[in-house]
């Protein structure tokens, strides 16, 4: 009887170490589970290909502005609509778009970076998509923004030096003076920003009064341009507050600006764009050198 019992206890604790150790054995790993087919869809047909195929250019980030903004101007071989998404981590956070006011694709491109701090390093990567859908990527590359330049404005007619402007055909949008197109922007001393008018072609002017009475030596004037040729300026007139009348000036590039030396003694200076390729026409930059009367 006693062995019989003993048979009986040992069967029940053999039972118990099976059942507890099937209890401690990891699971088996489940196979990862496939993705729905719906999201694998969503890349078929879909071509990527090196942005290098349709450039020929070094993709450079330029036009450093006191403002935080930069430029990559990008010029490609086939029309695309142009995005950088850029950031001080290789997972960037920032997109910029192409300035064009048209907007689709095109072949001359000019994505303004903004927010940007001074002496800092950046990651950036330009994309790109055609009309057929076909996406062009670039490696992710970095850039170094250059210290803040604490130096004052030689610009007589920024608003750094008191000058404000007293009058403008349009604006693009009905833009305020600090709005982007605004007419604020052809004196900012900023490559990277414009007044664009609505149209005005010929007809387009903007004045300036200075912080006072000045001898002017020279005008720098840079005109703004469309990707399709319109907005440019070729030719340009100075009336001064004195009934002073000075060019026309020619503007052989937008692309470029151009100084002219003047000699006048004024306090306020009209622009009016005389000739140019017509539509939004307006104005990157315009720079006036001299001296106020009360420094």
Known sequence: MRNKHFLVLATLVLLALVACSAAEKPPAEKPPAEEPAEENSLTEGV?????????????????????????????????????IVYGTTPEFGSLSLDQDMAGGTHSDHSPLLSNLEPETDYYFRVQGVDEDGTIYLSETMTFTTPPQDTSQSENLASADRGAEIVG???????????????????FDDNPN????????????????????????????FRSRAMADGSAITEAFTITTDQGQLFGPFSLPDPDNGYSFDIDAEAETLRFELVETSGGNTGVVDIIVYGKLLSE
């Open 47 to 83: 071509t990527f290909q090196s942005i290098d195929q349709i450039i020929e250019t070094d993709l450079e980030v330029t036009n450093f502005a006191n403002d935080g903004t930069a430029t990559l101007p990008i010029q490609t071989s086939v029309p695309v609509a142009c995005t």
């Open 168 to 186: 403008f055909s349009s604006a693009f949008g009905d833009a305020g003076l600090d709005d982007r197109w605004g007419a604020g922007s052809a």
């Open 193 to 220: 920003s414009e007044w664009s008018s609505a149209g005005d072609g010929n007809e387009a002017w903007i004045e300036v009064k200075l912080a006072g009475p000045a001898l002017v030596s020279s005008i720098e």
